[in-house]
């Protein structure tokens, strides 16, 4: 099985920074990656899949980057909308896995 | 426009059985894959099961395999999930999720809360 290591586990940040959340797979999943967003009580929403593919109504300051092991989450000008907490996931093969979360918390 | 609904979560003693349902609406059920997944109170997201759009393959996580059987009625526009053997790490926020090949993982439901104690 695939294991997704999400790191930082938890970041401080203000309006206005610029954030990156990193995901490694335990081996290649070519790009088949996709980020989520959840704030409490809802339902996580799809940000980015095929591991930079902005989905349809997502504002451009949120982007994916990377193939293979490694992949990137890049927030630039964080908005107060954007304190959340993040999760990658993998669909290159079953069980797909997602990473174990990065809190965003306003510093 | 796109809806998921999930329901028939409540609370039921370990070792019963529970069946979750997910209806859709606002797009063509039977062109999708369907996922559920799984969020354990304040804890993160766990993939539980998938099957695919015409029915024919389905797989499902380690932790819930040979205990959990995921369904659809493409007629009905809905996706099951049977969970038998029920245990108490099996307590959390159930989702069904839409995907497919061209934009995967674009649409959730609300979520259907199960909670398996004495």
């Known amino acids: 099985d695939i294991q997704m290591t999400q790191s930082p586990s938890s970041l401080s940040a203000s309006v206005g920074d610029r954030v990156t959340i990193t995901c490694r797979a335990s081996q290649g999943i070519s790009n088949n990656l996709v980020w989520f967003q959840q704030k409490p009580g809802q339902a996580p929403k799809s940000l980015i899949y095929?591991?930079?593919s902005l989905q349809s109504g997502v504002p451009s300051r949120f982007s994916g980057s990377g193939s293979g092991t490694d992949f990137t989450l890049t927030i630039t000008s964080l908005q107060p909308e954007d304190f959340a907490t993040y999760y990658c996931?993998?669909?290159?093969?079953?069980?797909?896995?997602f990473g174990q979360g990065t809190r965003l918390e306003i510093k | 426009q796109v809806q998921l609904v999930e329901s028939g979560g409540g609370a039921v003693q370990p070792g019963r059985s529970l069946r979750l349902s997910c209806a859709a609406s606002?797009?063509?059920?039977?062109?999708?894959?369907m996922h559920w997944v799984r969020q354990a109170p304040g804890k993160g997201l766990e993939w539980v099961a998938v099957?695919?759009?015409?029915?024919?393959?389905?797989h499902y996580s380690d932790s819930v395999k040979g205990r959990f059987t995921v369904s659809r009625d493409n007629s009905e526009n809905t996706l099951y999930l049977q969970m038998s053997s029920l245990r108490d790490e099996d307590t959390a926020v159930y989702y069904c999720a839409r995907s497919s090949s061209a934009i995967p993982w674009n649409y959730w439901g609300q979520g259907t809360l199960v909670t398996v104690s004495s």
């Open positions: 099957i695919w759009s015409d029915g024919t393959n389905r």
């Open positions: 606002g797009f063509t059920f039977s062109h999708y894959a």
């Open positions: 095929a591991a930079s």
């Open positions: 996931l993998q669909y290159y093969d079953y069980p797909s896995s």
